[in-house]
T-cell receptor, first 114, second 111 residues
Framework: EPEVTQTPSHQVTQMGQEVILRCVPI?????FYWYRQILGQKVEFLVSFYNNEISEKSEIFDDQFSVERPDGSNFTLKIRSTKLEDSAMYFCASLPRDTAYEQYFGPGTRLTVT | LAKTTQPISMDSYEGQEVNITCSHNNIATNDYITWYQQFPSQGPRFIIQ?????VTNEVASLFIPADRKSSTLSLPRVSLSDTAVYYCLVGDAGNNRKLIWGLGTSLGVNP
């Protein structure tokens, strides 16, 4: 069964550093998402991406965040200058088409900012 | 998007049927209902989706009454491996399909 993959599984970085989290969505999917989950808290929507542009973003997704789909397969989330409060699990998800309901989630990247 | 309310936690025993009820009083006509499962340190996994009445798949059943203000996820004969957090989500079919999450129900299955 096709699956969403994410790398790295765990990233440790120092406050103020830039990080790039990588995702490879399922190949024929059209909609892509990033969510995050701070330890012990609920999953939070960050951004949705369709047709090579952001279709919606949450209040969390400020100027420090950006997303790219540089080569038609990878989908990346960049945090320009990390803060302690960015420490969380970051999940990538993809959806085959707008009439589908099942989002396929990757295993997540645990980001630890020290 | 309609807010959902579900119990924070439930406990059960292996072999029992578990029913988790979610209320979504403000559900809109275009909204659909999905349930996801999440194990610790893993990404959520889709379980089932429905709009009204009853839906059944190989994993679970979803019961939705006529007024659609609640839904019940039914897990038949749970095992220890069903210990997880279960999320009820109400989604707008036209809203980029983004998912807005609550705290979910933490299900503990005991031997």
């Amino acid at each position: 069964e096709p699956e969403v993959t994410q790398t790295p599984s765990h990233q440790v970085t120092q406050m103020g550093q830039e990080v790039i989290l990588r995702c490879v969505p399922i190949s024929n999917h059209l909609y892509f998402y990033w969510y995050r989950q701070i330890l012990g808290q609920k999953v939070e929507f960050l951004v949705s991406f369709y047709n090579n542009e952001i279709s919606e973003k949450s209040e969390i997704f400020d100027d420090q965040f950006s997303v790219e789909r540089p080569d038609g397969s990878n989908f990346t989330l960049k945090i320009r200058s990390t803060k302690l409060e960015d420490s969380a699990m970051y999940f990538c998800a993809s959806l085959p088409r707008d009439t589908a309901y099942e989002q396929y989630f990757g295993p997540g990247t645990r980001l630890t900012v020290t | 998007l309609a807010k959902t309310t579900q119990p924070i936690s439930m406990d059960s025993y292996e072999g029992q049927e578990v029913n988790i009820t979610c209320s979504h009083n403000n559900i809109a006509t275009n909204d659909y209902i999905t349930w996801y499962q999440q194990f610790p340190s893993q990404g959520p996994r889709f379980i089932i989706q429905g709009y009204k009445t009853k839906v059944t798949n190989e994993v679970a059943s979803l019961f939705i009454p006529a007024d659609r203000k609640s839904s019940t996820l039914s897990l038949p004969r749970v095992s220890l491996s069903d210990t997880a957090v279960y999320y009820c989500l109400v989604g707008d079919a036209g809203n980029n399909r983004k998912l807005i999450w609550g705290l979910g129900t933490s299900l503990g299955v005991n031997p």
